[in-house]
T-cell receptor, first 115, second 113 residues
Framework: DVKVTQSSRYLVKRTGEKVFLECVQD?????MFWYRQDPGLGLRLIYF???????EKGDIPEGYSVSREKKERFSLILESASTNQTSMYLC??????????????FGPGTRLLVL | GESVGLHLPTLSVQEGDNSIINCAYS??????FIWYKQESGKGPQFIID?????DKRQGQRVTVLLNKTVKHLSLQIAATQPGDSAVYFC????????????FGQGTTLQVKP
């Protein structure tokens, strides 16, 4: 079974803090993704990566950055957390060269509260 | 750009009945379609997928139907059980947007005992 793990299930941070969300997958998948999920807005893609050290902006990259130094690990960074970044963050991974044509497998999510 | 919509935000069914959850998409060039189930407090879980060269695919108690003419996708759950209560999303490949799946907002399925 594919396993995608996220470093924290719940996080509480203060405005202005730098926040790191970590994601690890154990299936040697090329592609990794970060989404946020908000009521009424569904899943929105923040960033994705199709290879080590490669990244592509998604639909809502502002206020976020990412890092992929190893194939199995994809980090989401909030440089200076703001209250409008309070959300559920979901990491996903998929196999293959054409990421949109492959099943994405999700982690359990990190619920972030920014005060 | 591509958009994906679900017809009903909430669906309530009696235990043992069949459930049908619908999804519409806008891009006729989309080639890959997935259904996910998300239980409260958990990440989305893959249920079943289908590619555009098929119009029907069956899994265990689930069937996905694809109507490319009207750009419509449905998930049928047979003999719905309380454990099927969850939010169900469809996702469609964002053809022309490399690497992206486009997600619908989700239908909440409530199963009444």
């Amino acid at each position: 079974d594919v396993k995608v793990t996220q470093s924290s299930r719940y996080l509480v941070k203060r405005t202005g803090e730098k926040v790191f969300l970590e994601c690890v997958q154990d299936m040697d998948h090329e592609n990794m993704f970060w989404y946020r999920q908000d009521p009424g807005l569904g899943l929105r893609l923040i960033y994705f990566s199709y290879d080590v050290k490669m990244k592509e902006k998604g639909d809502i990259p502002e206020g976020y950055s990412v890092s992929r130094e190893k194939k199995e690990r994809f980090s989401l960074i909030l440089e200076s957390a703001s209250t409008n970044q309070t959300s559920m963050y979901l990491c996903a991974s998929s196999f293959g060269l054409l990421a949109s044509q492959e099943t994405q497998y999700f982690g359990p999510g990190t619920r972030l509260l920014v005060l | 750009g591509e958009s994906v919509g679900l017809h009903l935000p909430t669906l309530s069914v009696q235990e043992g009945d069949n459930s049908i959850i619908n999804c519409a998409y806008s891009n006729s060039a989309s080639d890959y379609f997935i259904w996910y189930k998300q239980e409260s407090g958990k990440g989305p879980q893959f249920i079943i997928d289908i590619r555009s060269n098929m119009d029907k695919r069956q899994g265990q108690r689930v069937t996905v139907l694809l109507n490319k003419t009207v750009k419509h996708l449905s998930l049928q759950i047979a003999a719905t059980q309380p454990g099927d209560s969850a939010v169900y999303f469809c996702a469609v490949d964002g053809s022309g947007n490399t690497g992206k799946l486009i997600f619908g907002q989700g239908t909440t399925l409530q199963v009444k005992p």
